[in-house]
């Protein structure tokens, strides 16, 4: 967990108290998701001890992603989940609405994929 001073309400709040690799993990998963999807608006929230960024289809509540940064990881969030598992993608956790890829490095960050992957959410949840 990230011990935040004051709760986190921008994108930069919430990578600014992580390690430098973290922080470059963090704003390429952003520019992915802004690339593939530049209608979603982004909404930062979380505590003072872990935050995140949700981004959101027309309603706050219409959630198609979203980055949660640690000190030692990313984790990418998907909704619409199960189409990523037909086409063959691995996902971790055991949530009913979304699931997650687990970042830990930039070698491990391959932006084609993670654009492949929010092509495939885009076209489930965005309709």
Not at 7 to 18: A, R, S, V
Not at 94 to 117: D, F, V, Y
Request: contains cysteine; proline residues 6%.
């Amino acid at each position: 967990m990230t011990p935040y001073k004051q709760t986190p309400t921008t994108f930069d709040e919430l990578t600014d108290p992580l390690p430098q690799e973290i922080q470059h993990i963090a704003f390429r998963l952003r520019k992915s998701i802004e690339k593939v999807l530049p209608e979603v608006d982004e909404n930062v929230s979380g505590g003072k001890k872990m935050g995140m960024a949700l981004y959101s289809f027309k309603n706050p509540n219409n959630v198609i992603c979203g980055i949660q940064p640690t000190e030692t990881m990313c984790k990418l969030y998907f909704h619409g989940w199960k189409e990523l598992k037909k086409k063959g993608f691995e996902l971790e956790g055991s949530g009913k609405n979304a699931r997650h890829i687990k970042l830990r490095s930039e070698s491990a960050l391959n932006p084609k994929i993670i654009e492949e992957m929010l092509v495939v959410v885009k076209n489930v949840l965005m309709r």
